[in-house]
């Protein structure tokens, strides 16, 4: 992946757009296109693009972020040498995956998420991360989905920066929940607008009644998990914890 050659151009910083509204220009023999950031499809597209955009220009540290804090979580609950079998839900082009095999033992990583172009970009740019890779919609998952996932008996689940902003519904991540074990890790990171009380995306009550009834929460760390376009940063919670029982 050569990203130095795409030719990208930002728009001027005082522009303050939601995050979800986010664009660029990206330049190539075709002309000029302008795609926003969550137009996953377009940019997965493109090898090295979303690694520009997101990681190099905006400088997001999350997967570094919530892999650390699994480790370091796992590190103080004596299993550093457990081998995990991880749900990678929302796992985009792979970045995820690569940090994950990086930072602890994994037995299987087994990659979902709900737009073909993912599944693509990780066959073309990180053939060897995933076990399996599924383009599915856990929100309505059928009996078959849900049976070639339950077979991986997962005892991890990670979500990297996938929830709320119309990307994973709140009925979706309860679903990928029920799926793994009790006393599996539980590793995610959401913008902390949405674990406040002036939410609109349905997150901060799913969160209070899980982590009332069902998670049990190690570690919830505010950080920033990228800038803006405009170089502000974007607070995010990484949340840790352990599953007690189904959702
Ligand atoms: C910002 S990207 C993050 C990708 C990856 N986790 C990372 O950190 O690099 C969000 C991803 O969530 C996926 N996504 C959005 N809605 C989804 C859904 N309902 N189910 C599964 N994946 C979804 C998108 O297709 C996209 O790949």
Same mark, same amino acid.
């Given at each position: 992946?050569d /990203?130095?050659?795409?030719?990208?151009?930002? @728009?001027?910083?005082? /522009?303050?757009?939601?995050?979800?509204e986010?664009?660029?220009?990206?330049?190539?023999?075709?002309?000029?296109?302008?795609?926003?950031?969550?137009?996953?499809?377009?940019?997965?597209?493109v @090898?090295?693009?979303?690694?520009?955009?997101?990681?190099?220009?905006?400088?997001?540290?999350? @997967?570094? =972020?919530?892999?650390?804090?699994?480790?370091?979580?796992?590190?103080?609950?004596?299993?550093?040498?457990?081998?995990?079998?991880?749900? !990678?839900?929302?796992?985009?082009?792979?970045?995820?995956?690569?940090?994950?095999q990086?930072?602890?033992d994994?037995?299987?990583?087994?990659? =979902?998420d709900?737009?073909?172009?993912?599944?693509?970009?990780?066959?073309?740019?990180?053939?060897?991360?995933?076990?399996?890779?599924?383009?599915?919609?856990?929100?309505?998952?059928? !009996?078959k989905?849900?049976?070639?996932? !339950?077979?991986?008996?997962?005892?991890?689940?990670?979500?990297?920066?996938?929830?709320?902003?119309?990307?994973?519904?709140?009925?979706?991540?309860?679903?990928a929940?029920?799926?793994?074990?009790?006393? /599996?890790?539980?590793v995610?990171?959401?913008?902390?607008?949405?674990?406040?009380?002036? !939410?609109? $995306?349905?997150?901060?009550?799913?969160?209070?009644?899980?982590?009332?009834? /069902?998670?049990?929460?190690?570690?919830?760390?505010?950080?920033?998990?990228?800038? $803006?376009?405009?170089?502000?940063?974007?607070?995010?919670?990484?949340?840790?914890?352990?599953?007690?029982?189904?959702?």
């Open positions: 992946m /990203s130095c050659k795409l030719q990208i151009e930002y @728009p001027s910083k005082a /522009s303050m757009l939601e995050q979800n986010e664009w660029f220009h990206l330049t190539t023999d075709e002309g000029q296109q302008r795609i926003r950031i969550h137009e996953y499809d377009r940019v997965y597209d @090898p090295g693009l979303y690694e520009e955009v997101v990681y190099n220009k905006l400088q997001c540290d999350s @997967p570094q =972020v919530i892999t650390g804090l699994l480790k370091e979580a796992m590190e103080v609950h004596g299993e550093k040498d457990s081998a995990l079998r991880v749900l !990678d839900f929302g796992a985009g082009n792979g970045i995820v995956g690569e940090y994950l990086e930072a602890v994994t037995e299987a990583i087994v990659g =979902v709900i737009i073909d172009e993912a599944k693509k970009a990780v066959d073309r740019d990180r053939p060897d991360i995933y076990d399996d890779y599924y383009v599915m919609d856990l929100s309505i998952p059928d !009996d989905e849900m049976q070639a996932l !339950d077979r991986w008996n997962f005892n991890a689940l990670i979500t990297v920066a996938a929830l709320g902003f119309g990307d994973i519904p709140t009925q979706a991540f309860i679903n929940f029920n799926l793994v074990e009790n006393n /599996s890790w539980i995610f990171n959401i913008k902390d607008r949405f674990l406040g009380d002036a !939410d609109d $995306s349905g997150y901060n009550q799913t969160m209070r009644e899980m982590i009332g009834q /069902s998670l049990n929460v190690h570690r919830k760390h505010h950080y920033c998990h990228r800038l $803006s376009m405009a170089g502000e940063p974007l607070h995010y919670y990484a949340i840790v914890g352990r599953k007690e029982n189904n959702f």
